[in-house]
């Protein structure tokens, strides 16, 4: 494979050599059927590039209805250079761009290069392929016309599609931004109505606390009390039995018995005891 830099800078050289003596030869070349087949958001037309050997180099015209550009696959094409095509022998130099696939790249046609084209009869490039490749412009002015018109429709839908699928995706997200919103206040309700809950509940059980700690402050004061009137009435027993313990020994001297006093009084006590006065 040649390198890059003599690739591009052979271009002059090729054209003005072969594909002048050959354009007699180009113009003999079957019209192009300038079939148009659609893509995704353009539309494009396939042409077969053939050089003196007759080896065949595909290229493809493609357009979104605004601008056309040509479309080829060549090894080693760089990210970007300014490459020359000529019609009828006049070079036009456009923009090269490599695209995604490797080894794909597309040529953006100026409004100069594609008039050009409408109005020319053979296609020449020198640096597709290791021979300068020509191929004719028969109905290339309707051609060119259709593919445009081809472009813009699809290019049309395409748009019409992907904004659908923008108010779609606009919609979901519009959708799910609300029902956040709406599962954001339902966890913040369920969140209070919790807590309320939860207050209530430690309420309830700090008055059930204060109700057993008073109940039991009640049962321990009874408890106290019956203890304080069994203590007074052991005190009132202790007491009468010291009471009567020390009445029982009033008639005990010495250990002995002291008769108690009589029933009756003595017979002088029935009579009157007359007191003088000093």
Known sequence: MRRAGVLFTVVTAAVAGPLAGGRAAAAGLE????????????????????????????????????????????????????????????????LVQRVGEEGVAVMNLSDETLAALRRGKTLQVAWLSDEAVSASLAG?????????????????????????LDAQRERAQTEARAKAVADEQLATARAQTAAVEAERQRVAAEAQRAQAQAEE??????????????????TYADQARQQRTAAQQQYYYNGQPIPPPPSSPPAWASYPQTYYPR
């Open 140 to 164: 290339a002015s309707q051609g060119i016309a259709d593919l445009k018109t081809c472009g813009a429709q699809v290019a049309g839908q395409h748009r019409a599609r992907e904004a659908e």
């Open 31 to 94: 019209a192009s059927a300038w079939a148009i087949t659609p893509e995704d958001a353009a539309c494009h037309t396939d042409l077969e590039m053939v050089s003196r050997s007759g080896a065949i180099a595909p290229i493809a015209l493609i357009s979104d209805g605004e601008h056309v550009a040509l479309r080829f696959a060549r090894e080693g094409v760089p990210s970007q250079a300014f490459l020359p095509i000529r019609v009828d022998g006049k070079a036009y130099a456009n």
């Open 217 to 234: 402050l009640a049962a321990k004061a009874v408890q106290e009390r019956a203890y304080a009137e069994q203590a007074q009435e052991r």
